[in-house]
């Protein structure tokens, strides 16, 4: 595991490590949990017809999901980059499109095949497509519960499936698709 301190910038906020891996927030972070939250509460109402309250509470547990999604999927960037061996330093919280976060990567990493790069970058939505299959099996769980919260089950599972997973195969400009596309076209 990674050692190594990672650069905090003044405007940034070490939250601690995950398993080795450094976890900061960037300044955007704070700005993003609120986006989100009036999303997430938006959906609840219109798309899912929840009661205000319950509505409210599941966005505040859509925030929290969707960075514990976001820490995840780095966490299986970290994990494919131990194992090829050029490890990932850690993440940075709020800082692409404010909602994602970016990999930190050694600053003086060597010259690294397309190989390597594309073993990295496929780490994180691996990993999502497990909360995916998490996601399914508690929707089943919570409709057969009959929870008020199945909702926030349904939100979790396609936001796994579609951003984190699926959609980390678009070429975006600042996502693993982009990441993939690059390194692909030098092998």
Excluded at 67 to 90: C, S, V
Excluded at 129 to 135: F, Q, R
Excluded at 143 to 172: D, M, Q, R, Y
Aim: aromatic share 12%; net charge positive; with cysteine.
């Amino acid at each position: 595991m990674s050692s190594k301190v990672v650069y905090v910038r003044s405007d940034e906020v070490r939250l601690g490590r995950v398993r080795g891996m450094e976890v900061i927030m960037a300044r955007g972070f704070v700005l993003a949990c609120v986006v989100l939250l009036a999303v997430y509460l938006l959906a609840g109402v219109v798309v899912f017809h929840r009661h205000p309250a319950n509505a409210l509470f599941g966005a505040f547990l859509l925030v929290l999901l969707h960075w514990f999604n976001e820490t995840w999927h780095n966490y299986g960037h970290f994990t494919a980059a131990r194992r090829t061996g050029f490890p990932m330093d850690g993440v940075r919280l709020g800082t692409a499109l404010l909602v994602f976060g970016t990999s930190i990567y050694p600053p003086d990493e060597q010259e690294l095949s397309a190989s390597v790069h594309i073993q990295r970058a496929l780490g994180g939505p691996i990993a999502n497509a497990i909360l995916t299959a998490v996601g399914v099996v508690a929707i089943l769980v919570l409709t057969v519960l009959s929870s008020h919260f199945v909702w926030v089950a349904i939100v979790f599972t396609i936001e796994n499936l579609l951003v984190f997973t699926v959609g980390n195969f678009l070429p975006f400009g600042f996502n693993d698709g982009s990441t993939l596309l690059h390194w692909m076209r030098r092998r």
